[in-house]
């Protein structure tokens, strides 16, 4: 599988940006599908994920009720509407493709872009 992250950039905060992924592959729809991110000398953390279902969990201490996840399962994308941006946001964004319903540990996702920068100014 290929997965094709896109939509970085730099923004101010409080501003709005959606990050989207496409994913190569005829079993798109089967898959959990994540974003996390990584801060210069920090490690990759978690940020949100959707399983095939279309139920969608958090990382609720920093992102939680801003930041949404969803899926398009008949375009193999997956999407992050990220609203209220703050400056601790910057980062480098990945989508993942994992097995596991429910995990939000990296170990769990075997498939990973490339990443994309988000830089949010203060």
């Known amino acids: 599988v290929q997965l094709q992250a896109s939509g970085g950039g730099l923004v101010q905060a409080g501003g709005s940006l959606r990050l989207s992924c496409a994913a190569s592959?005829?079993?798109?729809?089967?898959?959990?599908m994540a974003w996390f991110r990584q801060a210069p000398g920090r490690d990759r953390e978690f940020v949100a994920s959707i399983n095939w279902s279309g139920v969608s969990s958090y990382d609720a201490d920093s992102v939680k009720g801003r930041f949404t996840i969803f899926r398009d399962n008949a375009n193999n994308m997956v999407y992050l509407q990220m609203n209220n941006l703050k400056p601790e946001d910057t980062a480098v964004y990945y989508c993942a493709r994992g097995s596991y319903p429910y995990s939000d540990s990296k170990t769990s996702f075997g498939s990973w872009g490339q990443g994309t920068q988000l830089t949010v100014s203060s």
């Open positions: 592959g005829r079993t798109f729809s089967i898959y959990t």
